[in-house]
């Protein structure tokens, strides 16, 4: 066999393979994404299409119906408010994880202080803690402190940031050479300069990576407002929901067409910040 045929053979089985390869992802994303792709189309079905064609993903009578009736939404609130109420809530609380994140990341990563590995370790149990271990003790901390009804206990956590999140932005900051630490300094950089101009920029994939999740867990936080929020025109998306689908005796075209409009945002931001949060997530900092 020559050395041209064996070439030909070992990039005939390589094509194969990348067929083989791109068509089981293709199978699997459309697996993945087939219950939201079912979901915006039935928001487009009358409600006695939905079921009865729920094997089509194509509307047979296509209607907006839905999203109108779903708009208007319950208690002379329409999901308009719902969305303002979720993008204010998510919107800071992302702010406050992302800066207080940073801010304590870059502390026990750089600065040398008495009891760093105490706090450090401390840091990395709360990651093992379970988030319903602590609902009932911070829901009994913020009735007394008369937040329960405001969208305090929803926000003000995030300003002291959480242990994955420091975790992900150490990774990133432990990968800036210290030698510009050092060279900041001499220039006469405290280590607030040293934060702000030199680590800073550099972990701007971090920083959007911690963003885009709180974004998206505070978008979805059912729990938080089903806990917290009492008046109806401080509701937020994801509990405005279900309260509609109590209300509107299982309006399921309308509820579909909400719970589409809702994926709206976080995709939105996803697609935007898609290339910085891959980055954040495989954990690569500058390499010195």
């Known amino acids: 066999m020559t050395i041209q045929n064996v070439t030909h053979s070992v990039t005939a ?8 390869y791109h068509a089981l992802m293709l199978l699997v994303s459309f697996m993945m994404l087939y219950p939201v792709l079912w979901l915006v189309a039935s928001s487009f079905k009358p409600n006695g299409d939905i079921f009865s064609t729920a094997t089509s993903l194509w509307p047979q009578n296509f ?3 839905h999203y109108i009736v779903g708009w208007k939404g319950f208690g002379e609130y329409t999901f308009g408010t719902f969305f303002k109420n979720s993008l204010f809530v998510a919107l800071l ?9 940073a801010l304590v990341a870059f502390g026990l990563a750089r600065v040398r202080f008495k009891g760093r590995n105490f706090w450090f370790v401390a840091m990395v149990v709360t990651m093992m803690l379970p988030g ?16 329960v009804g405001t969208f ?30 050092e060279a900041a300094k001499i220039d006469g950089c405290s280590w607030y300069g040293v934060f702000s101009r030199i680590i800073l920029p550099m ?12 974004f998206m867990a505070s978008w979805e936080d059912f729990m938080g407002a089903l806990l917290y929020l009492n008046k109806p025109a ?9 309260m509609f689908n109590d209300s ?11 719970s589409a409009l809702s994926l709206v945002p976080v995709l939105t931001l996803f697609f935007f910040f898609q290339k910085n949060l891959v980055e954040g997530i495989s954990i690569q900092g500058l390499k010195g």
Do not use: C, H
């Not at 319903?132 to 937040?147: A, E």
């Not at 401080?234 to 279900?242: I, N, S």
């Open 234 to 242: 401080m509701y937020t998306v994801a509990y405005a929901l279900k």
């Open 248 to 258: 509107s005796q299982a309006d399921y075209g309308a509820t579909f067409a909400m």
């Open 63 to 65: 209607t907006l119906e």
């Open 152 to 181: 305090l206990p929803m926000i003000v956590p995030s300003f002291f940031a959480s242990g994955f999140n420091i975790f992900l932005i150490m990774q990133f900051i432990r990968g800036i050479p210290r030698d510009m630490d």
């Open 13 to 20: 089985r390589r094509r194969v393979s990348t067929f083989i």
């Open 203 to 214: 972990i701007v994939p971090s920083l959007v990576t911690v963003g885009v999740l709180t």
């Open 93 to 101: 609380s992302s702010a406050g994880m992302v800066l207080s994140s």
């Open 132 to 147: 319903q271990v602590m609902m009932i003790p911070r829901f009994v901390l913020f009735n007394k402190m008369g937040w």
